[in-house]
């Protein structure tokens, strides 16, 4: 077998991406990584019920993105080297049962630690995305990476409308037992239409573990991919963490509104499609400075003339979401053509990066808003972008990717 070659199969012989197990992978991508958002929009709701201070409410989200950030370092490398239907559905099973857990938990600290587990369990997302790669013709390998990503893109900008949605009619405990639920159908559909794929890969999980650190020193678009969208969703996390607050407290907006308002921000994922063409017609290069530049200039609507009001947080949500997702899949398309034997390790570390960005902005959102409110949110979430777009023109666009 070719280093290149998919090395997914069923008993009928090798498996293709048709467009039915594309749009698969796509919804149960979107349903997982939903998970990690629920609670973002509902903290106004979660806070109080289990006596979380307002000051430290936002750790539930910060929680789950380590959480997540812990999976995606120590769970999905194993997909270079064990079956990889067989780890998706028991990480799934855990899953399913955190996200219960978190349903019927009343107590601070419990709550914490099981927000901490729904991130850890909710990575097999990340073993879904490089087995596609995996069976993807590389002419055609970013379409599908970016197809897939637009479903998993959904997922986060559709479960934060969900989440309000829900928290508004039904209470906030249900939005974790219906997640349960939902969890419950995708595991069955995973058990029974994603094939099995056995890696060729030959080593102990030490020895797999430290192969992290030598990738990560001997690829430097792997680590300056790593950087630009670490620090772009950290913007990403720090607005969508505090805008529900801005919204909740200054306009007065109910849980419904604040999921019209999250709905809006859905719009953003129709970039994925669009970077992964632009990625297989070599065009790399220029959609990352795109979205470098159009991040960095997202929250102007709020800076320049803050009488813009909602309307001006709309135009960020939907510039910010749409920079951010078209970065992510330029980057997955390149990290993703450096080595086939190490996708999911590849994968690991460059997601690792991102939801550490993402729980570092969470965790700011609190201290930011209570100090300084929506101006200074709006302040500290552009230095991010900004910082990535220097560093990718200083050095950045310097580093040619290798054959």
Same mark, same amino acid.
């Given at each position: 077998?070719?280093? %290149?070659?998919?090395? =997914? $199969?069923?008993?009928?012989?090798?498996?293709?991406?048709?467009?039915?197990?594309?749009?698969? #992978? =796509?919804?149960?991508?979107?349903?997982?990584?939903?998970? *990690?958002?629920?609670?973002?929009?509902?903290?106004?709701?979660?806070?109080?019920?289990?006596?979380?201070?307002? +000051?430290?409410?936002?750790?539930?989200?910060?929680?789950?993105?380590?959480?997540?950030?812990?999976?995606? #370092?120590?769970?999905?490398?194993?997909?270079?080297?064990?079956?990889?239907?067989?780890?998706?559905?028991?990480?799934?099973?855990?899953?399913?049962?955190?996200?219960?857990?978190?349903?019927?938990?009343?107590?601070?600290?419990?709550?914490?630690?099981?927000?901490?587990?729904?991130?850890?369990?909710?990575?097999?997302?990340?073993?879904?995305?490089? *087995?596609?790669?995996?069976?993807?013709?590389?002419?055609?390998?970013?379409?599908?990476?970016?197809?897939?990503?637009?479903?998993?893109?959904?997922?986060?900008?559709?479960?934060?409308?969900?989440?309000?949605?829900?928290?508004?009619?039904?209470?906030w405990r249900t939005v974790f037992g219906s997640a349960a639920v939902l969890m419950t159908l995708v595991t069955a559909?995973?058990?029974?239409?994603?094939?099995?794929?056995?890696?060729?890969?030959?080593?102990?999980?030490?020895?797999?573990?430290?192969?992290?650190?030598?990738?990560?020193?001997?690829?430097?678009?792997?680590?300056?991919?790593?950087?630009?969208?670490?620090?772009?969703?950290?913007?990403?996390?720090?607005?969508?963490?505090?805008?529900?607050?801005?919204?909740?407290? !200054?306009?007065?907006?109910?849980?419904?509104?604040?999921?019209?308002?999250?709905?809006?921000?859905?719009?953003?994922?129709?970039?994925?499609?669009?970077?992964?063409?632009?990625?297989?017609?070599? !065009? $790399?290069?220029?959609?990352?400075?795109?979205?470098?530049?159009?991040?960095?200039?997202?929250?102007?609507?709020?800076?320049?003339?803050?009488?813009?009001?909602?309307?001006?947080?709309?135009?960020?949500?939907?510039? *910010?979401?749409?920079?951010?997702?078209? %970065?992510?899949?330029?980057?997955?398309?390149?990290?993703?053509?450096?080595?086939?034997?190490?996708?999911?390790?590849?994968?690991?570390?460059?997601?690792?990066?991102?939801?550490?960005?993402?729980?570092?902005?969470?965790?700011?959102? +609190?201290?930011?808003?209570?100090?300084?409110?929506?101006?200074?949110?709006?302040?500290?979430?552009?230095? #991010?972008?900004?910082?990535?777009?220097?560093?990718?023109?200083?050095?950045?666009?310097?580093?040619?990717?290798?054959?």
């Open positions: 077998m070719t280093p %290149n070659s998919p090395s =997914a $199969s069923t008993a009928s012989g090798p498996v293709k991406m048709t467009s039915g197990l594309i749009a698969l #992978f =796509a919804f149960c991508c979107g349903a997982i990584v939903a998970n *990690l958002y629920y609670a973002q929009p509902i903290i106004e709701l979660i806070g109080p019920d289990i006596h979380l201070s307002a +000051s430290t409410a936002s750790l539930v989200v910060s929680l789950t993105q380590i959480g997540y950030a812990f999976g995606l #370092f120590f769970l999905v490398p194993l997909g270079d080297l064990v079956e990889n239907r067989k780890l998706m559905i028991t990480t799934a099973l855990v899953s399913i049962a955190s996200l219960a857990a978190a349903a019927l938990i009343h107590q601070p600290h419990a709550f914490l630690l099981i927000s901490l587990l729904v991130g850890f369990s909710s990575v097999a997302v990340q073993i879904l995305i490089p *087995l596609a790669a995996h069976l993807a013709p590389d002419e055609s390998r970013g379409r599908v990476v970016g197809t897939i990503m637009s479903g998993l893109l959904l997922g986060i900008l559709l479960s934060r409308p969900l989440s309000s949605f829900v928290a508004g009619h039904f209470g559909v995973l058990a029974f239409t994603i094939p099995s794929r056995q890696p060729d890969h030959k080593a102990t999980y030490v020895e797999l573990i430290r192969s992290l650190g030598t990738l990560v020193a001997t690829m430097p678009v792997l680590r300056h991919r790593a950087l630009y969208q670490g620090l772009m969703f950290a913007t990403f996390s720090l607005f969508w963490t505090a805008v529900p607050v801005e919204l909740i407290r !200054h306009y007065g907006l109910s849980q419904t509104g604040v999921a019209l308002f999250a709905l809006v921000g859905a719009i953003g994922a129709t970039s994925a499609p669009v970077a992964g063409r632009l990625a297989d017609a070599g !065009h $790399s290069g220029r959609a990352t400075l795109i979205a470098l530049v159009v991040g960095a200039l997202s929250f102007l609507p709020g800076l320049v003339h803050p009488a813009w009001g909602v309307a001006g947080l709309v135009v960020t949500g939907i510039v *910010l979401d749409f920079a951010v997702q078209m %970065n992510m899949v330029i980057g997955q398309r390149e990290i993703y053509a450096l080595h086939a034997a190490s996708r999911n390790r590849l994968n690991a570390l460059y997601m690792t990066s991102i939801f550490i960005g993402g729980a570092f902005g969470s965790a700011l959102a +609190s201290m930011l808003f209570e100090r300084g409110g929506w101006s200074l949110i709006a302040m500290v979430a552009s230095v #991010f972008p900004l910082v990535a777009l220097v560093h990718y023109l200083s050095v950045g666009r310097l580093v040619a990717r290798p054959a």
